[in-house]
């Protein structure tokens, strides 16, 4: 079984930051890329940023400049610093995981549980 867990999300006020964790454990061989979607009310869930196993990075237009995304590989971890936060980043902040499974080699596509984000005026 493989499990990702996120931590780090809450309330904070506009112009604030968070810094988003995301651990990956069980039954993996290798992780390739990582990466954070967000889902606010109403709306579909979407990119936020991606980094690869190489350190290779890409990010929504609107999150540019604000956040940045790292990872730790030893440690199977992905982390989402953001800063200048909006109201409008409020969402569920959701993280992902493309790996080969430990046993079988197999490919697949994990998500964490999500972790709440809200930005007041």
């Known amino acids: 079984q493989v499990q990702l867990v996120e931590s780090g999300g809450g309330l904070v006020q506009a112009g604030g930051s968070l810094r988003l964790s995301c651990v990956a454990s069980g039954r993996i061989f290798r992780i390739d890329a990582m990466g954070w979607y967000r889902q606010a009310p109403g709306k579909q869930r979407a990119l936020v940023a991606t980094?690869?196993?190489?350190?290779?990075?890409d990010y929504a237009d609107s999150v540019k400049g604000r956040f940045t995304i790292s990872r730790d590989n030893r440690e199977n971890t992905v982390y989402l610093q953001m800063n200048s936060l909006k109201p409008e980043d409020t969402a569920v902040y959701y993280c992902?995981?493309?790996?080969?499974?430990?046993?079988?080699?197999?490919?697949?596509?994990?998500w964490g549980q999500g972790t709440q984000v809200t930005v007041s005026s």
């Open positions: 992902n995981a493309d790996l080969l499974l430990g046993v079988t080699r197999m490919r697949r596509d994990y």
């Open positions: 980094i690869t196993s190489g350190g290779s990075t």
